[in-house]
């Protein structure tokens, strides 16, 4: 069965970086848009950031210019590098495997993406 596995996070104070990163067993990366998310404590799960196998980027506007998202295929990894970190940040992330190689206007809805990791926290100290 298909394993989505994340990792990277930790406890950093503000302004400071982070790196994510995700890889999979039984899933070839190269052939679907990648996508990470993260939820808060008391809060829905929401649309961080996609990938397309296009290279095409998305990202909610509370990380533009901040976070970068890119895979590397010959490691079959996705990466999430967060930098100016923000107590808002804060939450647990998770990566997640589109159901296609699109990630399209609907990319941060979750119903797009079929499989899932465990999630990493973040924790971002002030």
């Known amino acids: 069965q298909v394993q989505v596995v994340e990792s990277g996070g930790g406890l950093v104070q503000a302004g400071g970086s982070l790196r994510l990163s995700c890889t999979a067993s039984?899933?070839?990366?190269?052939?679907?848009?990648l996508g990470w998310f993260r939820q808060a404590p008391g809060k829905e799960r929401e649309g961080v950031s996609c990938?397309?196998?296009?290279?095409?980027?998305y990202y909610i506007d509370s990380v533009k210019g901040r976070f970068t998202i890119s895979r590397d295929n010959a490691k079959n990894t996705l990466y999430l590098q967060m930098d100016s970190l923000k107590p808002e940040d804060s939450a647990m992330y998770y990566c997640?495997?589109?159901?296609?190689?699109?990630?399209?206007?609907?990319?941060?809805?979750?119903?797009?993406?079929?499989?899932w990791g465990q999630g990493t926290q973040v924790t971002v100290s002030s």
């Open positions: 039984r899933l070839t990366f190269d052939d679907y848009a």
């Open positions: 997640a495997v589109a159901s296609s190689e699109y990630c399209s206007l609907s990319w941060a809805s979750r119903q797009r993406y079929n499989y």
């Open positions: 990938l397309s196998t296009a290279g095409i980027t």
